[in-house]
């Protein structure tokens, strides 16, 4: 059951690139416990509101919280540390490394032991193996990463950003590009880990798996929130119909 009080609160934030405002004073709030969605047409702004939650961004003027803290002054791996966890909408596998090998690679920042050694062992290896088996690719461990199919490399990056234990998943995209059959699975994947208490917000493009899978639902348009609320609240806003869902 949800929680209460927002885990993540994004306030009055706006950044532009040159004379381009990307992200229009977007003010949002995601529950803690929800899996909550960022959607709106290509260039709306959502993969620069990403960049600036996850720390990657660059300058920009207003205020981004998480957990009670305020975190738009920290390093994207002080924001990681913290429980604040990002996938990508391309992977960013290390191709010729092992899949057990990219699923311990982000304690490599934290733990220098795990780079010093060179080896995937104990305590890490458990829990890799353990994450790989959540994501139902236990029997690929040893396969080179760039040896998957891309729905599979996707799967390998869910389990990666699970290694560091988030309370907080940013998810670009899950479902693009991914075959029908690991759609599936990577639905099932988030509301297992959504069920152990696992927050999300997530981009996605496949409007009705937003729907059924996300609540609230956030919809940008040319860098503003245009609409807000439960997936049959937004699906009948006229303003969405309007800039997005109508096509
Ligand atoms: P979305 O993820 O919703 O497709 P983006 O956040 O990628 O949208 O882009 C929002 C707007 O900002 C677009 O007009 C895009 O061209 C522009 N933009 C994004 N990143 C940059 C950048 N690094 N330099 C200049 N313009 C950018």
Redesign the pocket.
Same mark, same amino acid.
């Not at 709106?40 to 960049?51: E, Q, V």
């Given at each position: 059951p949800p929680e209460t009080g927002p885990l993540l609160e994004v306030r009055g934030v706006h950044k532009a690139?040159?004379g #381009?405002t990307?992200?229009d004073d977007v003010s949002l709030a995601v529950p803690a416990g929800s899996i909550t969605a960022l959607i709106?047409?290509?260039?709306?702004?959502?993969?620069? #509101?990403?960049?600036l939650v996850s720390g990657t961004g660059g300058a920009h003027t207003g205020e981004i919280w998480f957990d009670g803290e305020r975190i738009d002054g920290l390093s994207p791996p002080a924001r990681a540390h913290r429980g604040l966890g990002r996938t990508f909408q391309l992977t960013r596998l290390f191709r010729s490394m092992t899949v057990l090998e990219n699923v311990v690679a982000p304690l490599a920042e934290f733990s220098p032991r795990v780079l010093a050694s060179g080896a995937v062992s104990g305590h890490e290896a458990d829990r890799a193996r353990e994450l790989l088996g959540f994501v139902g690719l236990g029997r690929f461990e040893a396969e080179q990463a760039g040896a998957l199919s891309y729905g599979q490399q996707k799967l390998v990056e869910l389990a990666q950003v699970m290694m560091l234990q988030p309370r907080l998943v940013l998810l670009d995209e899950p479902a693009g590009g991914v075959n029908p059959a690991l759609v599936e699975r990577m639905t099932d994947i988030i509301r297992a880990a959504h069920l152990q208490g696992v927050t999300f917000l997530v981009?996605e493009h496949d409007i009705p798996l937003v729907l059924d899978l996300c609540d609230p639902v956030f919809v #940008?348009d040319r860098?503003k929130v245009i609409a807000s609320g439960a997936p049959s609240d937004v699906r009948e806003d006229p303003a969405v119909l309007d800039a997005y869902l109508g096509g």
């Open positions: 690139f040159g #381009l990307a992200v709106g047409p290509n260039g709306s702004g959502k993969t620069t #509101l990403f960049n981009v #940008l860098g």
